[in-house]
């Protein structure tokens, strides 16, 4: 069992960057893959970028591939998403969540088991 605060979220010109993280505490942080998601007014929620529990594995969605960065310090147990060249469709409310696994990652949400409340990014043009 986890629990997942997302944080950094923000207002940021067209251009800019934002450095989201990801703060987990409960049992066995170590055993989970973490996973960014969001969504924007009206749309579904999509994924962004994963991370294995170990951080040697990663994937990304095709629109932020160059532009994002995900990464894990896992003796913080907190993950991070660097976001930079931020476009105004980029905005969105981000989340997190933990999948219980090893080594592999996997950006359908539905293999996710825990999330967090979410934080908002705003990008301007």
């Known amino acids: 069992q986890l629990q997942l605060v997302e944080s950094g979220g923000g207002l940021v010109q067209s251009g800019g960057s934002l450095r989201l993280s990801c703060a987990a505490s409960?049992?066995?942080?170590?055993?989970?893959?973490i996973g960014w998601f969001r969504r924007a007014p009206g749309k579904e929620r999509e994924g962004v970028a994963c991370?294995?529990?170990?951080?040697?594995?990663?994937a990304y969605q095709d629109s932020v591939k160059g532009r994002f960065t995900i990464s894990r310090d896992n003796a913080k147990n907190t993950v991070y998403l660097q976001m930079n060249s931020l476009r105004p469709e980029d905005t969105a409310i981000y989340y997190c969540?933990?999948?219980?696994?090893?080594?592999?990652?996997?950006?359908?949400?539905?293999?996710?088991?825990?999330w967090g409340q979410g934080t908002q990014v705003t990008v301007s043009s």
């Open positions: 409960g049992s066995n942080v170590e055993e989970y893959a």
């Open positions: 969540a933990a999948d219980h696994s090893w080594g592999e990652v996997d950006m359908d949400e539905d293999e996710y088991d825990y």
């Open positions: 991370i294995s529990n170990t951080g040697r594995n990663t």
